[in-house]
């Protein structure tokens, strides 16, 4: 601005038409400059904030570490779709895997019959993985309302389509499936190595399976469960809970060598002692990362 007002004094005090022509065209061009600077600097301010309300547009805040939002999965839940799956998050989102530098472990949490993602949050459970330990990094924790109908080929669409969404980061996560929810697992050898399958092996998704009290398995076929004897399996069931829980979990530690944990309480255990189960869930995924 300084530099235009000592023109105009120079113009000003010019005789000549063609200076004055000259100073007049020098402060139109510093004025155009300054103009087109504005709103291309507005323009990009502009953008920046649809890209942002875009990218956090099925995204909202619960509290002050749960967000819930929505993801479109392809093939829906029963194959039938495109439909919408809610989920809940807390922690890091599209995080490398824990092991690796900046990772943190990724839980998946599945729910029964009588219960829905928010129980997971309720129960205090989601807050209790997502946060940091002398132990451990907080997790990154998924809650999902994918209906206890669904099969592999479904659970495999909803994991692609967080990944997609980067809620996930696409490495193999930890799983936890209680009760009815197990039936995604179970049914996991359809998933793979099928065609149009982009999974060569269950490896490719799935760390950890965590089933808890998931009383499908005593009904499936030993084949359906063998693709398992390659990841780790954590079985957790209940004190109260003599057959849906303990059986289930005898008959994986039979079969694929799974490793089976009581703690206190019925059918939904991890309801009736919280601590425990994150506590056991976080020290085997540490040991096993």
Known sequence: ?????????????????????????????????????????????????????????????????????????????????????????????????????????????????????????TSGIMKKFCKDSKARPGFSVTALDLPISAVGSALVDAFDSLVKEKVLSGDPAVFVTPSASGKAMITMKEAVKHDGSRLASITDMIQMWIPVACGGVLKAESDALAIFHDVPVLAIYGSEDPVAGKKSSELLSKLIGAETVELKGRHPVYLDSPDEFVELIAKRVVSSS
């Open 1 to 121: 601005m300084t530099m235009v007002k000592g023109n105009k004094k120079k113009c000003a005090s010019a005789e000549s038409p063609g200076v004055l022509s000259l100073c007049g065209g020098v402060a139109l061009l510093l004025v155009g400059l300054y103009a087109f600077a504005f709103i291309a600097l507005k323009s990009d301010s502009s953008a920046s904030e649809h890209e942002s309300l875009t990218s956090t547009m099925h995204v909202a805040q619960v509290d002050d570490e749960i967000f819930s939002g929505t993801v479109e999965m392809q093939g829906g839940s029963d194959g039938v779709g495109p439909v919408e799956l809610p989920y809940l998050h807390c922690g890091p989102r599209h995080t490398p895997s824990y092991g690796k530098a900046g990772g943190h472990a990724e839980l998946l949490l599945l729910h029964g019959a009588k219960f829905t993602k928010e129980d997971w949050k």
